[in-house]
């Protein structure tokens, strides 16, 4: 059942049958544990941290663009392709391989090309947050719940003309102005007239 209350949408996310949000919420809690326990937090570490998290926005336009609506057929697509087959409001949330897998392939990576570990865990840390709040942000204006929060009326709107409107457009999610920074946000009602 789709959520339909801003409660039973946090209820279903980090506490029903889908694992991947909490099992994520408890990896960035040991990560945030074994950072502390390698030495002081410093400003390089708030630093890459955020630089992290705006990545993330950047990434999360240009892989829905190029990756999920790739002329190219490739796993991702087709699933991709599925959450757009199905009514706007359904259940969406990765499953845990997925969440996780990402996170330790993002750890490991970093680790390699970090000064130092410390650092690299700071910045998975970042990317990893960002990575939930994409997460929960898409999987919550998927459900029935009409948002009093001016920001997530704003994520919800921006994320139904890209379903409802034209999928080749408004590919931003956690920052719906990233669709400016790439043109990829044109005005509604010129869209319409094209499709």
């Not at 990765?94 to 750890?107: A, F, I, Y």
């Not at 709040?133 to 009093?148: A, G, I, L, N, Q």
Request: proline content about 7%; glycine content about 6%; charged content about 20%.
């Amino acid at each position: 059942k789709v959520p339909s209350t801003t409660s039973d949408a946090f209820r279903r996310f980090f506490f029903g049958p889908d694992v991947g949000p909490i099992l994520t919420v408890a990896a960035i809690f040991s990560l945030i544990s074994i950072r502390l326990k390698l030495n002081p937090i410093s400003i390089e570490d708030a630093m890459v941290f955020a630089v992290a998290v705006i990545f993330w926005s950047f990434q999360e336009h240009v892989m829905h663009d190029k990756l999920l609506h790739s002329d190219f057929d490739w796993y991702g697509k087709s699933i991709h392709s599925e959450h757009h087959d199905k009514p706007y409001f359904h259940i969406s949330i990765d499953p845990p391989g997925l969440l996780l897998g990402w996170l330790g392939s993002v750890l490991l990576f970093l680790c390699m090309v970090m000064p130092n570990i410390p650092l690299a865990i700071s910045c998975t840390v970042g990317y990893s947050c960002a990575g939930l709040f994409y997460e929960w942000c898409h999987y919550f204006v998927h459900t029935r719940v009409r948002p009093k929060n001016p920001f997530f009326r704003r994520v919800r709107e921006h994320h139904i003309k890209h379903h409802m409107v034209d999928s080749r457009y408004w590919f931003g999610f956690s920052v719906p102005a990233i669709d400016d920074f790439f043109g990829t946000n044109p005005h509604v009602p010129s869209r319409r007239k094209v499709v």
